[in-house]
DNA sequence: CGATAATTTGATTTTTCTCAAGACGCGTGG
DNA sequence: CCACGCGTCTTGAGAAAAATCAAATTATCG
């Protein structure tokens, strides 16, 4: 194992919290179990079980097509929820791209709960309502050029600017900021240097980015 | 009113009945109300009052970005649900591209129905299910180079090959096309040609479009 | 039939990808 | 502690893809 552990979903390693963002009531219903560095947490196709809730570390989610090319479907960071499917099997793979711990949290239970208990169910219904924001927002991502994508990419990374510093800590490789962008990775790295050329943002390290100029950053954001 | 007016889904004109298609239980809440071309249907950011089942004529769902850059959402055909929101707010536009009649069906009428009917519930979340699997391939799709998009599009609007003929017509724009896959007007147009020139489809007059070859389409889709 | 909008085609520029080489970081074993 | 090896990352040069700008053609509607 090369790659460096990280166990921080920001500059500050604290779970980001969205104003709104589901998860309160269905928590408690989860057992804790560790993933290890690039283990997988669950394989496309397999059936939904549980949802997840990251404690801490990062996931991606991922599928493969058949030419072989990979797409990202998203990164999770503490506080988020992965692996909410609307039908019986997952749709991507999970997989932990740093040591992680997550609530393991029954899909039948929950089903059970949100039935009798109105507060489960609208969590339920927000956690599909987030889902379904993602997505939107990485259609949005998709159609603009790789300056944006990338802008896009690290303002979503940061955090809102409440969070605090502007230091990112990047746990994934090039190559998942490169697929989930739609991206080479070799734009992806010339990207980064435009930007920092700019005075944007500074790479700090390979695996450490800062942001210096966040409203160039948002006026590329569209 | 320039366009010409389309009230096909299909080559047949007939309503696309997906497999497992939700929709049954719910649309007989519906009241049927018309549109011309081009008429909103509703607005970005007005509460989401209804559900839309399409009767006869074609939709596009849309958002116009801050630069004036257009995302197309998606197109809806004769038995397609549209307007399906998590929220409280539409987050897309929706326009008739041909004269329409399509059923309005009252949201809190349907919540109220899924709380006591689970075949109701049950619909409801079929069709979350549907709007999740459409956003996932519209990510899917936008990955890929400007061959593959418009080929994945051309099989999207000709439905399975059970539906028989291999003649589509296209209700919505040059423009519309190429707002939905990312690209261009000129490459939509200039990749319709190349399809042309290796025998892949036959573009009989702007509107319509003969499918010569499914296979070859389908390599490219992947 | 003429006006207007939509579509197609061409020439050129810009963006991104591909292929290739070199640099860097990290862990291992001497 | 340092050298080595391996994988990741960066940079460069050239090719390919798509966008842009411009002009010509076709469709549609009054």
Redesign the interface.
Known sequence: MLMQNFNHSNAQGLPRTIPNRPGGAIEFLGMPKNFPCNAEIYGECEPAEYLYKIVSGTVKTY?V???G?R?I?GFYLPGDIFGVE??EEH?FSAEAISDCQVLLINRRVIMARAACEPAVAREL??L??H???R??H???L??RNAQERVASFLLEMAGPISKGSNIIKLPMTRRDIADYL?LTIETVCRTFANLEATAAIEVHSHRQIVLRNRSALRRLN?
């Open positions: 599928r097509r058949i030419d090319r797409q479907g609307v039908g749709t219904w927000a599909f309502g889902e379904s924001e997505m939107q990485h259609i949005l998709l159609i739609g569209g």
